[in-house]
């Protein structure tokens, strides 16, 4: 392992090895989240394999949102507590657990063990979701740290884009059920040796922390006592951290429930077209994969954290209407196009948010902070998923679909009474200042 070092200033390095770290992170990311939306995005099949209704398909998205509520609160205290090794080491161990339970559910009247497994990962999943904007101040100095996050979200990002992908293309519907369970078996050993080659790389090479903070402001952070129930008192008494829970949690919540139910919204407007439902939502994927990197050079660069939060919040919204008023064009290739344009800045919008957060709370620890900020996206997603699926049912998809983004009108109103208070941007110019005294 390089231990090559980067002085950044007194007490300070920067590790290369922090790469290995990242992408270790990434890829443990993308075991987890590719799991969230398989049952989901070949919905029909699943429900016509096993005997169930839709409701049942559409329960094995939303018990990622679920779990994820009843314990945002021990996995930020254990983030804090315990680190980002022993978390990684948790969260991988219980994603390749759940994935192997589902290589067991092949049988036609073993939906149930196959939800076991998905309840399993589920739970995992806390320890993913906090951990880029942590694992990026941890590690990333002040300079490279938004887009450090940045690549951390498209861990998730990409495991999302290869559950669209990989299911429709893996499992298809057929009069033959023998055929079906057999593909189903290939899906789930694939995924289940995938996790485990990467929970045996977590517990081998991932590191807690460098030797040395790579900032003045991680610095100043590691030397803050940890007070885990006095940091949630602030945080929710942070009157832009507040307006950020609800504007975040519309803005995914809303992307939650696009994403489970569009299965049932492109077959809708284009019958038999299901891996087209699944390319679709890998272009969202794909294209918000694109729009959180530039999304983070952006930061990185101008340090206009609100600025860009609204406008790619603006974005979504305008996104979100071309796509819906495209359906029904007639064209699939149209709608490929809007929605590549809506997942641009919807899923691009995850990292700015995070780093947002990240600055109006700050020196909170990211992991309590963004692990609240995720436990709202949560109830959202269950709140609009649930809404949205009765909705398409009693007014239609295009109805159902305008409502979502009327959520999204508010959540750009209140992204706009965000105040622009930086806290760690204020810490790291003190910090230079403070230096540049010193050296005079």
């Known amino acids: 392992m390089d231990y090559k070092e980067v002085p950044v200033g007194p007490d300070c390095k920067l590790y290369r090895r922090r790469w290995i770290m990242l992408a270790l992170f990434v890829f443990y990311s993308m075991s987890n989240s590719l799991q969230w939306i398989q049952y989901a995005i070949i919905g029909d099949v699943i429900e016509k394999y096993y005997k169930i209704s839709s409701t049942y398909v559409e329960w094995t998205s939303m018990i990622y949102m679920v779990s994820y509520i009843f314990l945002i609160v021990p996995g930020s205290w254990a983030l804090d507590k315990f680190g980002l090794r022993r978390c990684l080491i948790l969260g991988s161990l219980g994603t390749c657990l759940g994935a192997c339970v589902k290589v067991f559910s092949t049988g036609r009247d073993n939906f149930l063990i196959g939800f076991l497994g998905q309840t399993l990962v589920a739970i995992s999943q806390v320890f993913v979701l906090s951990v880029p904007a942590r694992l990026a101040a941890v590690w990333f100095g002040s300079e490279e740290v938004s887009s450090a996050c940045a690549i951390g979200v498209f861990g998730n990002q990409l495991g999302i884009a290869a559950g669209f992908l990989i299911p429709p293309i893996i499992v298809n519907e057929s009069e033959n059920f023998q055929i079906m369970g057999t593909q189903l078996a290939l899906m789930f050993r694939i995924i289940a040796i995938f996790t485990g080659i990467l929970l045996l790389l977590i517990i081998f090479v991932f590191e807690d922390q460098p030797p040395l903070p790579p900032s003045q402001a991680a610095l100043k952070q590691k030397e803050e006592v940890s007070?885990?129930?006095?940091?949630?008192?602030?945080?929710?008494?942070?009157?832009?951290?507040?307006?950020?829970?609800?504007?975040?949690?519309?803005?995914?919540?809303?992307?939650?429930?696009?994403?489970?139910?569009?299965?049932?919204?492109?077959?809708?407007?284009?019958?038999?077209?299901?891996?087209?439902?699944?390319?679709?939502?890998?272009?969202?994927?794909?294209?918000?994969?694109?729009?959180?990197?530039?999304?983070?050079?952006?930061?990185?660069?101008?340090?206009?954290?609100?600025?860009?939060?609204?406008?790619?919040?603006?974005?979504?919204?305008?996104?979100?209407?071309?796509?819906?008023?495209?359906?029904?064009?007639?064209?699939?290739?149209?709608?490929?196009?809007?929605?590549?344009?809506?997942?641009?800045?919807?899923?691009?919008?995850?990292?700015?948010?995070?780093?947002?957060?990240?600055?109006?709370?700050?020196?909170?620890?990211?992991?309590?902070?963004?692990?609240?900020?995720?436990?709202?996206?949560?109830?959202?997603?269950?709140?609009?998923?649930?809404?949205?699926?009765?909705?398409?049912?009693?007014?239609?998809?295009?109805?159902?679909?305008?409502?979502?983004?009327?959520?999204?009108?508010?959540?750009?109103?209140?992204?706009?009474?965000?105040?622009?208070?930086?806290?760690?941007?204020?810490?790291?110019?003190?910090?230079?200042?403070?230096?540049?005294?010193?050296?005079?």
């Not at 860009?308 to 709608?335: K, Q, R, W």
């Not at 900020?373 to 305008?402: E, K, R």
């Open 227 to 440: 007070d885990f129930s006095g940091s949630l008192r602030r945080l929710m008494t942070n009157s832009g951290y507040v307006l950020l829970l609800l504007s975040y949690g519309i803005n995914v919540g809303v992307f939650y429930a696009i994403s489970t139910l569009l299965n049932t919204v492109i077959l809708d407007a284009f019958p038999g077209a299901r891996e087209d439902a699944g390319r679709i939502g890998l272009c969202i994927v794909l294209a918000g994969t694109l729009g959180s990197v530039v999304c983070g050079f952006i930061l990185d660069k101008t340090k206009k954290f609100k600025e860009t939060t609204f406008i790619v919040y603006i974005f979504s919204l305008a996104g979100m209407i071309i796509f819906t008023y495209t359906l029904n064009c007639g064209y699939i290739i149209v709608v490929y196009i809007t929605s590549a344009f809506l997942g641009f800045f919807m899923t691009g919008y995850l990292p700015v948010g995070f780093e947002l957060g990240a600055e109006l709370t700050y020196p909170e620890p990211e992991g309590t902070g963004i692990g609240i900020l995720n436990g709202f996206c949560q109830i959202f997603g269950i709140v609009f998923t649930t809404g949205y699926s009765s909705l398409i049912q009693y007014i239609g998809v295009i109805h159902a679909t305008n409502a979502l983004s009327g959520t999204l009108v508010v959540g750009s109103v209140l992204t706009f009474a965000i105040p622009k208070k930086y806290r760690r941007q204020a810490a790291q110019n003190d910090s230079k200042e403070t230096e540049k005294e010193n050296n005079a």
